[in-house]
């Protein structure tokens, strides 16, 4: 389903505080299988997250929101001056710990939805969250990204193009249900972009933004203000 449909569309469900709180919440006790589940299913996508990072000219101060285990942080941390990594559930960012040498991080558990920037940052990126806001909330997420980057800074998202829709259970065009190992299920918002689709909605926002696919039918959007 096209993004335009669903934000024509004013069912309750997709500004529900209720689903976020459940999407964060189920992602607080995927914490311990996350890794597996995600990047170690689908042959080659670990391989390629540093092979990715490499791509993105990362440099100077780096803020990423939704760092999870911190599987990208890890590569961020090689190329940026400093970096700030936020996270909403306190058993991934412990994860994301472990995994990056001591000083090298910032770690803030914050729920991004009610987030303020205190500092300015080079660069804001995210991997595999955009496709967790839900719609009537894509405004004000990049609008919170445009406040944290400074005059000429560019946002990175990674995510899934709706060529991997298949991959998921998705009903009412935004709702994925995900089963974790101890069988519990759990609603989360999932939406898929189209590469042309999501780079006009940024257009519409204000946004200079190229989206362009990039291995495992992820995509790469780059975008600065316009
Ligand atoms: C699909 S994972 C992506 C993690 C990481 N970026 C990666 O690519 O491996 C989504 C992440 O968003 C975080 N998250 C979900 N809702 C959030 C919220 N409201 N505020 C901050 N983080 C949130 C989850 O805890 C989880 O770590």
């Not at 991080?105 to 967790?132: C, E, M, Q, T």
């Not at 689709?197 to 995509?219: K, M, N, P, Q, S």
Request: net charge negative; charged share 25%.
């Amino acid at each position: 389903m096209r993004v335009r449909d669903l934000t024509s569309d004013n069912r309750s469900v997709t500004s529900s505080d209720d689903v976020l709180a459940a999407q964060l919440q189920y992602y607080r006790q995927r914490a311990a299988e996350y890794d597996v589940t995600s990047f170690g299913v689908r042959a080659g996508e670990r391989i390629a997250v540093p092979i990715v990072a490499d791509r993105l000219a990362i440099s100077g101060d780096v803020l990423e929101l939704a760092c999870g285990t911190g599987m990208w942080t890890a590569e961020l941390a090689r190329y940026a001056a400093s970096l700030t990594a936020l996270d909403g559930a306190p058993e991934m960012l412990e994860l994301a710990r472990q995994r990056v040498s001591p000083g090298d991080v910032r770690f803030v558990a914050a729920d991004v939805f009610g987030w303020a920037p205190a500092s300015s940052y080079d660069i804001v990126f995210s991997a595999f969250f955009l496709s967790h806001v839900p719609p009537d909330r894509f405004g004000d997420f990049w609008s919170l990204v445009g406040k944290a980057l400074r005059p000429g800074g560019r946002a990175l998202m990674i995510d899934e193009l709706a060529v991997r829709a298949g991959l998921e259970q998705v009903h009412d065009g935004l709702l994925a249900t995900r089963t974790l190992s101890d069988g519990s299920q759990h609603q989360i918002i999932k939406v898929f972009y189209e590469a042309d689709e999501l780079a006009a909605r940024l257009a519409e926002l204000g946004w200079a933004a190229t989206v362009t696919a990039i291995d495992h039918g992820w995509f790469l959007a780059e975008a600065t203000r316009a």
